[in-house]
């Protein structure tokens, strides 16, 4: 229950509405937030109960597109645009908040920041000291200053303009903070034109500037369509996700370099051989504990009934690997999302809770008829083994738009 709005006004036309809080959440846990179009709402997790319970939100100057927590500063970072899918946009942007110890609400810290072209991810180094953006139309990369106290310094005008792949999708920075990654995503073969390769671009990294070491594509690229990367959190291994294959291949990664080659390749799909149009690999994250990886599996299947667009029965789901000593994954569990196209899904800090956030809602055939499944949030008990169980679901109302973000932020 929000209780007021006001708004406050930023640089370059952004405004912001922030309110105030019902309740707060507890000290030492964690806020979840979640995107809906240009609304950033914060939840309060209880990882033993399994619930959220909402009480803020701030209104973004255009669409979220994704959200980075500064290392050791309470600050977070979101990136926004009007462009997507449908169209690059014209208004596009960077914005610092700060987050309150307690509640984790946010409320604007410093500047909006202008962006060239549509952002589709950003992250921070491991000092803190930089924000990379990534863009994927045009693909490419820049890299912002952070002051000390958070907010967003200058450009850094690069010596060398990045090479930015095709169709760039996340760029994060290695655990030593020595090399950034852009993981591009080429293209599938599509009328008439032949397919664009992907790569994962490897960049040394020193006082905000880039220089290519390095560019990952087995086979040229083709056939090579990787969405996002993770690295294990005490082996030298980088685990991606290729979305255009469905597949997680395992990297080594020494002395800022990667395998050219990968080390193990799995499928993500508990069906591989029954795969619909659309069916695509997303988001991966490693558990804390390195036993384990989760992969979301999306799929944009769309028929027909009556008339009417309906989803059809694609593998919307969490796939949950099992790591062993070698960093070699296991499929052993693909758990519904009881929702269509999970983009994002995140732990809590104590991995008892994990959060998956569907972006759309679809029409879905029922008898002879059809009904809506909404977009929305499906909460899961994380056990001891790494396995989920699904908890309850949140019905989200989308609207025009998409919720396209989610993840647990430590307070």
């Known amino acids: ?31 979840f937030y979640q995107s809906v179009g240009p609304v950033l709402a914060a939840w309060k ?20 597109q994704y959200v980075w927590r500064h290392p050791s500063l309470r600050t977070l970072y979101v990136v926004s645009s009007n462009g997507g899918p449908g169209g690059p946009g014209d208004r596009h942007f960077l914005n610092a908040f700060r ?24 992250s921070l180094d491991r000092s803190g000291g930089f924000a ?32 930015g792949g095709i169709y760039g999708h996340q760029v994060l920075a290695t655990p030593d903070n020595g090399s950034v990654i852009l993981v591009t995503r080429g293209n599938d073969a599509a009328g008439g034109k032949p397919e664009d390769p992907g790569a994962l671009k ?29 690295f294990h959190p005490s082996l030298p291994l980088v685990f991606v996700s290729l979305e255009r294959q469905n597949k997680l291949q395992v990297y080594g990664l020494r002395d800022g370099a990667m395998t050219p080659e990968p080390i193990f390749t799995v499928e993500t799909l508990r069906r591989p051989g029954a795969v619909p149009p659309q069916q695509l690999a997303s988001t991966l994250h ?22 009417q667009p309906i989803g059809l029965d694609g593998e919307n789901s969490i796939a949950v690997f099992d790591l062993d000593a070698n960093g070699r994954p296991t499929l052993v569990q693909s758990e519904d999302t009881r929702g269509f196209h999970p983009r994002t ?13 569907d972006i759309v809602g679809r029409r879905i055939r029922q008898g002879e008829g059809t009904t809506m499944r909404p977009a929305n949030l499906a909460i899961y008990r994380v056990g001891t083994n790494g396995r989920l169980e699904f908890a309850s679901s949140i019905p989200v109302e989308t609207g025009e738009v998409m919720q396209f973000w989610s993840g647990m932020v430590p307070l």
């Open 99 to 122: 987050t309150d110890p307690d509640s984790g609400a946010l409320s604007p810290h410093g500047e909006a920041v202008a962006l060239r072209a549509r952002p589709i991810h950003m």
């Open 132 to 163: 990379f953006v990534a863009y994927n139309n045009p693909s490419g990369l820049t890299v912002h200053r952070i002051s000390g106290d958070g907010t967003l310094g200058a450009e850094v005008r690069q010596a060398v303009t990045p090479d």
């Open 45 to 64: 997790p209880d990882a033993q109960a399994l619930t959220l319970t909402r009480l803020s939100e701030v209104t973004l100057p255009a669409n979220v």
């Open 345 to 357: 899904f995140s732990l809590d800090p104590s991995s008892r809770m994990m959060v998956a956030a």
């Open 286 to 307: 490693v558990h804390p504990n390195g036993r384990h990886l989760y992969l979301a599996n999306r799929s944009d299947a769309i028929g027909e009934h009556q008339g």
């Open 202 to 230: 490897v960049f040394g990294f020193r006082d905000g500037q880039l220089t290519l070491r390095q560019s990952v594509a087995p086979n040229g690229g083709l056939g090579f369509g990787p969405r996002h990367i993770d």
């Open 1 to 31: 229950m929000i209780e007021r709005r006001t708004a406050m006004g930023l640089a370059l036309g952004a405004a912001i509405s922030s309110p105030t809080l019902a309740q707060p959440a507890s000290a030492g846990g964690a806020t």
